[in-house]
C-alpha cells in the first residue's frame, strides 16, 4: 500500500516539477533589454502619435500570429511578452487612446489619471520591477512616496483620528505598536498571517501565491486532482485562508475598534467590504505595499507610451477606436479572428490566435456566438465568478502648488467611523440620492504631487483623485444616452456626489478651499462602462470575495478557455489591478510560450542584479 502511495506521490511532484520549470519555449527575459535612458517626452503631441493611432483596415499588419482585445495592462503586457521573442501581435482598442485603466485624459489644462494610484514592490532588481522594466526597455521611471505612504483617517470631524501607515517589514508593524500600545500581540500575529508565505525559502518572499499560478499552468485533469483531493489546500497556505474574510480574521485578534481599521483599511484597493473578502486577497495587497510604494514619473500614460514601441519593431501594432463586436470562429470552434466595427462596417482580421483583456464576462457574454456561449464549460466559469463593485470617480483640478495646498506624495484613506461593514453595506443598500450625501469611505490621492515633472509641466496647478464605490443600478437608466449629455437628473445626481465629497476632502485638507477649485467632475459606473468597456462599472474586474479565491475556481478558471486558440489575460485570470492583471499577462503567456516566465522573471532580475553591481563597483 505504502509503496503504491509512493510510486502516486513521486509522479506528482515529477509532473508538478515538469509544469513549474518547464522551459521549452523562446524565453522573453532571455537577454537584459533595458536601454540608456531617453528624455522624458512632454509634448501631447508626440505622445498622441504613439497612444492614439486610430484603426483603418490598412494599417492592420500581414501575417498576425495573434490579436489581443484591449490595450489595459494584461493586453498590452502579453502583446509585449509575445514581440520580444519574435511575434507579430495586433492590440486593438474600443478608446480612443491606448492604455486601459493606465491612461490619462486633460481637462482644462489638468491632467488626471484614471486608475494608477500607487504600486508597490518595486525595489530594484526585485522580480516584478525587473520585468517592468523589460517590458518597457528601461524607460519607465519610478517615484517612491512619501513614508508614510497611507495615512488612515477615521471619524466625524468632531472627533477625527488620523493613523499613519509606514512601509517596511519591521517599520509597518513597529509603528503601529506605537499606536496602539498593549496591542504588541494582535499586531504580530497579524503580520505573522499576512507574511506566512515567507516561510517559502525557495521562492522571493510574498510568492506563496505561486500555487494559484501554478494551477493555472498545470493540465486541467491535474489541477482538478488536486483540488478534489485536497492536496491544493494542503500545500497552499494561500488556499487555506482563501475562505475566511478579514473581519472574521481581523476580529479574532483584538477587539480595538480603530487597530480592525488599520488592520483592514486597504480592502478598498481590490473593492469588496472586509466581511466579503477573501483575507488570503488582502494579505497579498498588505505585502505588496511592505517594501514601498511608487509612482511613474511622467504619469500613467507613461506606462503605454514605452510598451508600444517593443510591439510595433516585432511588426505588429496598436491601435484605437477599434471596438470589437464578436470573434470569429471556424466550424471546429476554433477562434480564427475578430470582427471590429468601423462606423456601419464590419472588418474581419484574422489570427491563428486571439487573446481577451476584456474581461470574462466580456469575453463570454458579449464576443462569443450564442451557442458558443451556452456551453456547459463556458457557463461553470460564468457561474463561479461576478461582477465586482462599481466604482466612483471624483476628479479635482486646483489653483496651487502642493505647498500651497498642503498636498504630498501620499494618500489618504478618510472612513466615517469604525464600523466599515455596516457603514458600506447601508450607503450600497440606500436611497441613491441618500447615498451620495454620506460617502462612508473615500480615497483621495494627488497625481500631482507625486509625480516629480509636475510642476515643470503644469505650474502652479495640482490635482486630486477621489475613488470610491457607487451601485451602477443608480445610474442605468442613462446608461444609453449619449456620453457627453446624459440630461439633468444625471447631471445633478453626480452634483450631490461632488458637493458631499469635496465637504469631506476640505474638512481634512483645510488649505484647499472653494475657490481653489478650477475643475471639478464625478466618474460613475456608467462612465466606466464607456471608457473602460466594466461591463458592470467595476474598475477591479470579477468580484474578489472569498469565493473568486478557491482552489477550484482558480483551476476553473485559467488562461486557456474551453475554444481553443481563444486566451484570457489580465485581472480576471490572476488578481486585480496593476500588479495583478501583469501577472495574468504573464500568466497567459507562459501557457502560450510553453515556459514558465514568472521563473524567467526572476531568473532575470537575479542575473541584472549581478551585472548592475559589477558595474557599479
Not at 449629455?485 to 465629497?501: A, M
Amino acid at each position: 500500500m505504502w509503496i503504491i502511495v509512493a510510486i502516486i506521490c513521486a509522479a506528482l511532484a515529477a509532473i508538478l516539477y515538469k509544469y513549474v520549470f518547464r522551459t521549452s519555449g523562446p524565453n522573453p527575459f532571455d537577454i537584459d533589454t533595458r536601454e540608456p535612458l531617453k528624455p522624458l517626452v512632454t509634448q501631447k503631441k508626440e505622445k498622441n502619435k504613439v497612444l492614439k493611432q486610430g484603426f483603418l483596415a490598412s494599417k492592420v499588419p500581414e501575417k498576425l500570429d495573434a490579436i489581443v482585445i484591449g490595450s489595459g495592462i494584461g493586453g498590452l503586457g502579453v502583446a509585449v511578452l509575445l514581440a520580444k521573442v519574435g511575434k507579430r501581435v495586433l492590440v486593438l482598442e474600443q478608446h480612443d487612446r491606448a492604455g486601459g485603466c493606465c491612461h490619462t485624459f486633460t481637462e482644462k489644462g489638468f491632467e488626471f489619471d484614471v486608475g494608477i494610484h500607487y504600486i508597490g514592490d518595486l525595489l530594484e532588481h526585485k522580480p516584478f520591477r525587473c520585468m517592468l522594466d523589460q517590458l518597457t526597455n528601461g524607460q519607465l521611471q519610478w517615484e517612491p512616496l512619501d513614508n508614510p505612504f497611507d495615512q488612515v483617517v477615521l471619524g466625524p470631524p468632531g472627533n477625527r483620528r488620523t493613523y499613519p501607515i509606514y512601509s517596511g517589514r519591521n517599520r509597518f508593524p513597529d509603528e503601529l505598536k506605537k499606536l496602539f500600545p498593549g496591542e504588541e500581540a494582535a499586531i504580530d500575529e497579524y503580520m505573522r498571517l499576512v507574511k506566512v508565505w515567507y516561510a517559502y525559502k525557495a521562492l522571493p518572499p510574498g510568492h506563496n501565491i505561486w500555487f494559484l499560478g501554478l494551477l493555472k499552468l498545470i493540465p486541467v485533469p491535474l489541477a482538478k486532482f488536486l483540488v478534489y483531493t485536497g492536496l491544493a489546500n494542503r500545500l497552499s497556505f494561500f488556499f487555506r485562508m482563501a475562505s475566511r474574510s478579514v473581519t472574521e480574521v481581523v476580529n479574532e485578534l483584538t477587539k480595538n475598534n480603530d487597530l480592525r481599521v488599520i488592520f483592514s483599511y486597504i480592502f478598498g484597493t481590490y473593492g469588496n467590504m472586509p466581511k466579503e473578502a477573501s483575507f488570503s486577497m488582502h494579505s497579498l495587497m498588505v505585502c505588496h505595499y511592505l517594501t514601498g510604494a511608487w509612482y511613474p514619473i511622467g504619469g500613467a500614460s507613461e506606462i503605454a507610451y514605452h510598451m508600444i514601441p517593443i510591439v510595433e519593431k516585432a511588426g505588429g501594432a496598436v491601435l484605437v477606436r477599434a471596438p470589437v463586436n464578436r470573434i470569429l470562429f471556424n466550424d471546429n470552434k476554433e477562434a480564427i479572428g475578430v470582427s471590429v466595427m468601423k462606423g456601419q462596417e464590419e472588418i474581419h482580421v484574422h489570427a491563428p490566435m486571439v487573446i481577451s483583456n476584456a474581461g470574462i464576462f466580456n469575453t463570454y457574454q458579449r464576443l462569443l456566438p450564442k451557442e458558443l456561449q451556452d456551453m456547459p464549460a463556458i457557463q461553470k466559469q460564468l457561474g463561479m465568478m461576478k461582477n465586482g463593485a462599481g466604482g466612483l470617480s471624483i476628479f479635482l483640478g486646483l489653483t496651487g502648488t502642493k505647498e500651497d495646498l498642503g498636498l504630498k506624495a501620499d494618500n489618504y484613506w478618510i472612513f466615517t467611523e469604525h464600523n466599515m461593514d455596516e457603514l458600506v453595506e447601508t450607503y450600497l443598500k440606500g436611497n441613491r440620492e441618500e447615498s451620495a450625501k454620506s460617502v462612508p469611505i473615500l480615497f483621495v490621492a494627488s497625481p500631482s504631487a507625486k509625480d516629480p515633472t509636475w510642476e515643470d509641466r503644469s505650474p502652479g496647478k495640482s490635482t486630486l483623485s477621489l475613488v470610491s464605490f457607487a451601485n451602477y443600478e443608480w445610474f442605468e437608466e442613462w446608461k444609453d444616452d449619449k456620453v457627453t449629455n446624459r440630461g439633468t437628473d444625471y447631471k445633478e445626481l453626480k452634483q450631490i456626489f461632488c458637493d458631499s465629497i469635496l465637504e469631506v476632502v476640505m474638512s481634512v485638507f483645510p488649505k484647499i478651499t472653494r475657490d481653489k477649485v478650477e475643475f471639478i467632475e464625478a466618474g460613475t459606473p456608467i462612465t466606466n462602462t464607456h471608457y473602460i468597456g466594466a461591463p458592470k462599472g467595476e474598475i477591479y474586474g470579477a468580484d474578489h470575495g472569498t469565493a473568486r479565491f478557491s482552489a477550484e475556481c482558480n483551476a476553473t478558471v485559467r488562461p486557456q478557455t474551453p475554444l481553443k486558440n481563444l486566451y484570457l489575460t489580465g485581472q480576471d485570470v490572476f488578481v486585480c489591478g496593476f500588479a495583478g492583471a501583469l501577472a495574468g499577462a504573464l500568466t497567459c503567456g507562459s501557457v502560450i510560450l510553453n515556459r514558465n516566465l514568472h521563473l524567467d522573471a526572476i531568473a532575470l532580475a537575479k542575473k541584472t542584479k549581478r551585472v548592475d553591481t559589477k558595474k557599479l563597483k
